[in-house]
């Protein structure tokens, strides 16, 4: 696609529950990235991939977040059990490759509230 | 560790006035700055960069420019109109990471007619 695409855009759940959220990144960007936006904060880095390898997970919170990504192409970042201070907006960016002047370029996000 | 740090908002103007919002860091040597604008109901998209000292990036009538003395990359717009009004994140990626982006807080900006 034109852009990064990320679903759902909105996801209400129960606390407890698993929930999974997808990106889709631009075709022919190598490195994809998950950060967590949370209100009044900054974007905290939770994972970054190249290609399918995720060189880089030392941002995810717990064992109960997990990430894959296949074909070198769309992820989906997994949070089991969520808890309610797993609620924020799970924003995915890709890149052309890692680059230390590179231009990420970000979804839309995806909301998560969990009751 | 290297860090950010933005002023807080909302900063709250009229239009055409004049914007700064303020943008400092610490980090080793010379890493790459940038900023990056989230407008309502889209994803933050890169405004301007810069990647070495002096540099000055510019865009949409802002500009930032790399002081390497007062390690600042503060954000400026000489008359900001309504739709500007948006998120501004502040960020920048270390001369030892090709991937890590560290952010700013964000600043609110909410410019009224």
């Known amino acids: 696609g034109a852009g990064v695409s990320q679903s759902p855009s909105n996801k209400v759940t129960e606390k407890g529950k698993d929930v999974e959220l997808r990106c889709d990144p631009i075709?022919?960007?190598?490195?994809l990235y998950w950060y967590r936006q949370s209100l009044g904060q900054g974007l905290e880095f939770l994972i970054y991939f190249q290609g399918n390898s995720a060189p880089d997970k030392s941002g995810l919170p717990s064992d109960r977040f997990s990430a894959e990504r296949t074909g070198g192409s769309v992820s989906t970042l997994t949070i089991q059990r969520t808890q309610q201070e797993d609620s924020a907006v799970y924003l995915c960016a890709s890149s052309l490759g890692p680059s230390r002047t590179g231009e990420l370029f970000f979804g839309e996000g995806s909301r998560l509230t969990v009751l | 560790g290297d860090s950010v740090t933005q002023m807080e908002g909302p900063v709250t103007l009229s239009e055409e006035a004049f914007l700064t919002i303020n943008c400092t860091y610490t980090?080793?040597?010379?890493?790459?700055l940038f900023w990056y604008v989230q407008y309502p109901g889209e994803g933050l998209q890169l405004l301007l960069k810069a990647t070495k000292a002096d540099d000055k990036g510019s865009n949409k009538g802002f500009e930032a420019t790399y002081r390497k003395e007062t390690t600042s990359f503060h954000l400026e717009k000489g008359s900001v109109q309504v739709s500007d009004s948006a998120v501004y994140f502040c960020a920048l990626r270390g001369m030892d990471s090709n991937y890590q982006l560290i952010w700013g807080a964000g600043t609110k900006l909410i410019i009224k007619p």
């Open positions: 980090a080793t040597g010379y890493p790459s």
């Open positions: 075709s022919g960007h190598t490195a």
